[in-house]
């Protein structure tokens, strides 16, 4: 336990124990007495004091990812990141003590903000949308620097004076500067928070960009509603296998607040990583906020998701898709098609995908959600498709293949 001897060597004055409370740290608000440690703000001003708990040192590569902690607070300067002053380790393996000398919040948590019924979310977009804007820009400036945060959330951002948010907590963070990882990439060693987590994470697949932006559409998604991702579901042992299944509800009333937003948060959680937007694209969103290129193409996307399938694995004539939830009759016949580079459509203004019909397929079966389809080329198909089993010259085979459409 802190001690006013042990402040004392830093200059610091205790002001308020355990503000704050975790599994792993407690939290003090301090004021600084005496200019000792160089760095440190001047004299009168708060420091928070992260004192990490004795029983969570000795766990394996906790160490490491404090010190990793400490070290991109302190050499990353952006206004959108918390600062960290100092850290002192002490002795030991495990060490007797570790503390963290970090810039003082005078605001609350986003997750506070968004649940308080104070906040009036649905007629304060405009402030919501400024969040997420500043927010991006954190995560921009931890991506161009090369590392990846990982564990997005709104209890992972704090509101300086300003209103304006912080993110805290890059303990789990991935630094990815060439060839370089940190530990914790894989399921078996999973630190992050399910519900704002993507598929990809979870079934422990090395992290990607994209999976920040699927925890940030989560996080926005709350601030928005004031609602966690998932909240139907409280039981935490199995929310891998509900976050697995699909994405978080979007309400249909986020499409009034916005023009595309709806379409935004679905592409940001969409469960293929070609589908979310990059940084530059949500951002350029947020700072519009009206729909853009990305909003365009992808609402064309989520259109035809809902007219179809995506061909996932292809054997021959046979192929597979995930027809989630919807009800679909056997030996009932389907289009194939194949969507083509975005059109811009000079009477709208609008960019569309095309789609080039290339057969049919009639469902066979269905095993839970996973459907087999047999797949008939059209004639002309049909035509190249002996061509080569015949050997005639040139011919184009056009093969259905991944990635295809099976629509009704």
Known sequence: MITPEYLAKFGLQMVQEKVGEGGSAVVHKCRIVDTIVPGFPQKGSYVAVKEFRQEMLATPGQLQRIEQEAEIGATLASDYLAKIYAKDVGDGVPPSQCVLFMEWMTGPTLHHWAT?????????????????????????????????????????????????????????????????????????????????????????????????????????????????????????????????????????????????????????????RSRRPTLHELGEYLEVGKSTDYIQLERGRQYEDQRGWTVLHVDGYDIYLDVGKTSIYTHQDYKVVRLGEPILLPSTGQKQLPQRLIGKAKHLHTSNTLAHFRYTPNIEQKMNIDAEIYGLPNPVLDMVKVGDRVVS
């Open 116 to 272: 308080s019924k104070k906040s009036d979310r649905p007629g304060r977009w405009d402030i919501v949308r400024n969040f997420c804007r500043q927010i991006v820009k954190g995560v921009q400036h931890l991506h161009t620097s090369g590392i990846h945060h990982r564990d997005l959330k709104t209890e992972n951002i704090m509101l300086r004076s300003g209103n304006q948010p912080v993110i805290m907590d890059v303990g789990v963070a991935e630094i990815a500067r060439g060839t370089e990882h940190t530990m914790h990439t894989r399921v078996k060693d999973f630190l992050g928070s399910v519900r704002y987590s993507s598929p990809q994470f979870l079934r422990g697949e090395e992290f990607d960009p994209s999976d920040d932006v699927y925890s940030l559409g989560c996080t926005f998604l709350e601030l928005i509603t004031g609602k966690q991702p998932y909240h139907q579901e409280e039981r935490k042992v199995l929310l891998p296998s509900i976050v697995m299944q699909g994405p978080p509800e979007i309400p249909d009333s986020i499409a009034e607040l916005a023009d595309g937003l709806d379409v935004l948060l679905r592409g940001c959680t969409h469960s293929q």
